[in-house]
């Protein structure tokens, strides 16, 4: 499980300061034809049992969702060895351009002495020319989470990285390395010789937009009672690509190649809330406004200053922005099978084909059959349940909504309902359509898309109910999708 660290969070207004500056000296853009790749972060450290078939199913329902590898997350655990060589035996079975590439989990490596960081150089040598491995020139990708404080030994952090691992005789010119450090992007041109490129984690979240922040953020602005305004104020945060303006722009201080990789991120949600004796992490970001799509817009219109997008995740059920479904010999962080079960996710990915082949190609693909996906959350966000654990931070910034998308092929009409009472029917044109509708104490969710009189889909997903008297506070997203037949 992740989340941002402390030290990056203090520092992170900062760094968007900057981009105002940034906006000046706007990046320049990739030379064409370099190739944009979209990959999913993939926790090993949920994969304890996984047989080589587990791993192929994920694989391959990754990729026929427009998805080119995984990002392995991999950390101490004791069976992280075996299972990192089952998931490269399972991408080489499927003789595909599936790839796989390892992101190590610095929050659970030690790296404060330079014999720490050999676990992590002979890993990254052991797979660093797999047929499946990604190549970035020639030369092995390789990742992280975290690892701003590591030293391995050296008098700083840039040192450490450089003397042990980027420019190590054993592993310097093998590899390409794209780490998330969460610091200031503009003290990247201390990590000369470490940084390859740049994985910017918090990217896919308005993680600035906090209920304290909010009235600087979005002045005059009531979120509990969004007008049009409000509305469209709001829209500009969510999914915004302020966060990345500054990253791109000293990326290029850091590193003076022209092969410099500057990953972005997406995410559909984020709800954790594990209490303070276990994992102690009990919020939320804000991921209204279709932040699913609007953050995939927003990387699309950004495409020329970005080279990979990684989804973050495919399996994190502890965050609640899992994509991947869950298998049955699958064990969750203790506690949050209370927010996971029940709420399959993969309805999202119905989605990802269409904007991942939009952000590689540069061109919309083409709606073959009409899809429609719906999400919302399982009870209002201020229902007060007897939850010893407290309601999440920020829950304040929330919206009571069903929010649906529409992938329609022609021009036709969407009745979204929330009750028996309360329905709203919108207009929709071919391509992608974004619609809301307040949810309903005690309703459910449901759409009806109709096409010259003729239904065209009917979704109203079992086991949905906005209970306004949960037991326990829950906000993750219930999200249903159906295709036409």
């Known amino acids: 499980m992740h989340l941002p660290t402390l030290s990056y969070l203090a520092g992170v207004l900062a760094a968007v300061r900057l981009v105002g500056a940034s906006r000046c000296r706007a990046p320049k853009p990739k030379p064409p034809g370099v190739p944009k790749l979209v990959v999913a972060h993939h926790i090993v450290g949920l994969t304890a049992s996984y047989t080589i078939d587990e791993w192929v199913t994920d694989m391959s329902l990754a990729q026929s969702s427009g998805i080119d590898g995984f990002a392995l997350n991999i950390g101490m655990d004791d069976y992280t060895s075996q299972q990192v060589e089952n998931a490269y035996q399972a991408a080489g079975q499927l003789n595909s351009a599936f790839k796989l590439f390892l992101s190590f989990d610095m929050t659970s490596y030690h790296c404060a002495s330079a014999t720490d960081a050999d676990p992590i150089r002979n890993l990254t040598l052991q797979y660093a020319s797999h047929p499946s491995q990604l190549q970035v020139d020639g030369k092995a990708f390789v990742s992280s989470f975290s690892g701003e404080t590591c030293t391995f030994g050296q008098g700083d952090v840039p040192g450490g990285w450089r003397t042990e691992f980027t420019q190590h005789p054993d592993v310097a010119g093998k590899i390409h390395f794209v780490p998330s450090f969460f610091i200031d992007p503009a003290t990247f041109g201390q990590y000369a010789g470490v940084l390859d490129g740049d994985f910017n984690w918090n990217s896919a979240w308005p993680i600035t937009l906090t209920t304290n922040a909010a009235p600087d953020l979005l002045p005059g602005v009531n979120l509990n009672q969004l007008d049009v305004t409000a509305d469209a104020a709001l829209q500009k945060v ?117 904007f991942a082949a939009q952000f590689k190609t540069g061109q919309a693909p083409p709606i073959e059959k009409d899809q429609l996906v719906m999400w919302a959350r399982p009870h209002p966000k201020s229902a007060t349940p007897a939850d010893p654990v407290g309601p999440p931070r920020d829950f304040q910034l929330l919206q009571d909504k069903l929010w649906a998308v529409v992938l329609a092929t022609a021009a036709g009409q969407l009745t979204l309902s929330s009750s028996d009472t309360t329905s709203q029917t919108f207009d929709v044109q071919a391509g992608v359509n974004k619609l809301s509708l307040p949810l309903t104490a005690g309703g459910y969710m449901r759409g009806v898309l109709t096409r010259g009189g003729q239904t065209v889909i009917d979704l109203k997903p079992d086991g949905f109910v906005f209970n306004a008297n949960p037991s326990a506070y829950n906000f993750n997203a219930f999200v249903a999708n159906a295709t036409a037949a």
């Not at 500057?262 to 992490?281: D, E, L, Q, R």
């Not at 932040?291 to 989804?311: F, G, K, P, Q, Y």
């Not at 995740?313 to 209370?338: C, I, K, V």
């Open 238 to 354: 969510i999914g915004s690509f302020d966060p990345d303006t500054p990253h791109i722009s000293n990326l290029v201080v850091a590193s003076a190649q022209s092969n410099r990789t500057y990953m972005a991120s997406v995410s559909p949600w984020f709800f954790t809330h594990f209490p303070p004796n276990t994992y102690n992490k009990n919020f939320v970001y804000d991921c209204d406004e279709h932040l699913w799509v609007s953050r995939w817009e927003t990387l699309i219109a950004n495409r020329d200053h970005v080279d990979i997008v990684e989804i973050l995740t495919w399996n994190d059920f502890g965050e609640s922005h899992y994509l991947g479904p869950r298998h049955d010999s699958q064990p969750l962080p203790p506690g949050s099978e209370a927010w996971v079960d029940g709420f399959n996710h993969t309805g999202w990915l119905s989605l990802t084909s269409y």
